[in-house]
């Protein structure tokens, strides 16, 4: 299986911060990656797909880079709304595996 | 507007069964492979299934195969994940999701999913 470690697991940062969260593979999975936004009682959304393309009507100042084993998301200017929790998840190869997320929290 | 609603979980005793249904709406439902997610009160996501278009092809996470079995009808627009012999650690909130294909690079996503159904495994 493929084992996806995210760092950091937890972050505190200001609004208006550039925060950036890593997400390494046990395994090259090329661009077969995704980043989704956790809230409490909200519906899980999609931000990256594809590594680093930008699903419609996510806002310009998330981006994701990366391929083979390393990857990134990156949030340029931290909003007020974007702390929630964020989980890179592969789609290589079955079993589908997550990364452990990380909780952005308000400094 | 696409939508997914999850229903049929609740309280179930350990060793019970329970079938979760998830209407979707809003897209042509059997054009496209679907899933299950769950996620750990208060810990992470865990994938759980999927299921091709047709229903030919199924996967599972190794933890819940033999126990769980996903299914769709595609006339009714529903996906199911039957779940038996269950257990504490099955205790999650189950999201279903649509899994779609990349038609630029050909990968596959999670791209629409549903708000939940909190299954409780508990004595």
């Known amino acids: 299986d493929i084992q996806l470690t995210q760092s950091p697991s937890f972050l505190s940062a200001s609004v208006g911060d550039r925060v950036t969260i890593t997400c390494r593979a046990s395994q090259g999975i090329s661009s077969h990656l995704a980043w989704y936004q956790l809230k409490p009682g909200k519906v899980p959304n999609l931000l990256i797909f594809t590594a680093s393309t930008l699903q419609s009507g996510v806002p310009s100042r998330f981006s994701g880079s990366g391929s083979g084993t390393e990857f990134t998301l990156t949030i340029s200017s931290l909003q007020p709304e974007d702390f929630a929790t964020y989980y890179c998840l592969q789609f290589k190869s079955y079993p589908l595996t997550f990364g452990g997320g990380t909780k952005v929290e308000i400094k | 507007e696409v939508q997914l609603v999850e229903s049929g979980g609740g309280l179930v005793q350990p060793g019970g069964s329970l079938r979760l249904s998830c209407a979707a709406s809003g897209f042509t439902f059997s054009n496209y492979f679907m899933g299950w997610v769950r996620q750990d009160p208060g810990k992470g996501l865990e994938w759980v299934a999927n299921?091709?278009?047709?229903?030919?092809?199924?996967y599972y996470v190794d933890s819940v195969k033999g126990l769980f079995t996903i299914s769709r009808d595609n006339a009714r627009n529903s996906l199911y994940l039957q779940m038996n012999s269950l257990r504490a650690e099955d205790t999650a909130v189950y999201y279903c999701?649509?899994?779609?294909?990349?038609?630029?690079?050909?990968?596959?996503?999670?791209?629409?999913w549903g708000q939940g159904t909190l299954v409780t495994v508990s004595s």
């Open positions: 299921i091709k278009q047709d229903g030919s092809e199924k």
């Open positions: 999701a649509r899994y779609v294909r990349d038609t630029v690079v050909g990968n596959y996503y999670f791209d629409y």
